[in-house]
């Protein structure tokens, strides 16, 4: 561990803390300030796509089900509109939907802030993997937002979009209910996917262990599907479907952990 660190007082690491903070930040409002000039792409282009019924994730259902010799999962029309009721909504969600993809853009410099933290307090070894760590943290948390931009939010646009209680009931939906749906999907599965990282460095401050999360990978099946059921419409099949790889996650998670304790046995062993 580098001297310097031992010498740093509580508020030494606050102060740096807050530096890192404060550049991550930088950063996020650089994209931000990029994407709020992009508006007709971000908007028509992307987040309002899933509400066309020709968006590849239902055309490839459609073929699915056409596959099974049915038209079940074909979809024709999405019977809602979008209105919006008060003077600065469109604004509020133009502005905080830019901070939100100023924040996925942002999201490997911010791991390498990160990275910069906590590196002071690893050893001269586990430093040099910075560019891995990196790198593999970026995958996931961009392969889990393309899963929820892909998957989860058209699921949940389907589902909602179409749920009647009566015909009596007009589908018109608010512009911020809509984004808010698909930046939380977003974010939400970006997140999840991030399970890996998450459980690495558990195991590396001793927090849990291989045969810990074996034990309660019960326990674990519970939490992913109750999960599941949050960040998907509430209905099976769509719940299975994100469950499926939030699981395959978990078991990526106990892989890692065994290798970070092989390695920290080994390391004692040659001490």
């Not at 970006?190 to 034990?215: A, D, H, N």
Request: proline content about 4%.
């Amino acid at each position: 561990m580098a001297k310097e660190l031992k010498d740093m007082s509580f508020l030494d690491h606050v102060e740096e803390l807050r530096w890192h903070l404060v550049r991550s930040s930088f950063a996020i409002m650089i994209f931000a300030t990029i994407a709020f000039f992009l508006k007709d792409l971000i908007f028509n282009q992307i987040l309002f796509a899933p509400k066309d019924p020709n968006f590849i994730t239902y055309r490839f259902f459609c073929k699915v089900s056409q596959f099974f010799g049915t038209d079940g999962l074909c979809i024709d029309d999405m019977p809602f509109t979008f209105q919006s009721l008060a003077m600065g909504e469109q604004f509020s969600v133009h502005i905080w939907t830019s901070i939100t993809v100023g924040f996925i853009i942002a999201f490997p410099f911010i791991i390498w802030e990160f990275w910069k933290f906590i590196s002071p307090g690893l050893y001269e070894n586990e430093r040099k993997n910075a560019q891995s760590f990196i790198i593999i943290s970026s995958f996931l948390f961009f392969v889990g937002v393309l899963f929820g931009y892909y998957v989860v939010t058209p699921l949940s646009v389907n589902f909602l979009g179409n749920y009647s209680i009566s015909d009596l009931v007009e589908r018109n939906i608010k512009i911020d209910s809509y984004i808010s749906l698909v930046r939380s999907s977003l974010l939400a599965c970006g997140l999840v996917f991030e399970l890996p990282i998450v459980m690495y460095f558990l195991t590396k401050i001793g927090l849990v262990t291989p045969s810990f999360l074996k034990k309660y990978r019960k326990h674990a099946l519970v939490l992913v599907l109750i999960l599941a059921a949050v960040i998907t419409p509430p209905d099976i099949i769509s719940q299975i479907i994100v469950a499926i790889p939030i699981l395959l996650l978990y078991e990526v998670s106990i892989f890692i952990s065994k290798v970070v304790i092989k390695r920290q046995l080994k390391k004692e062993k040659n001490a």
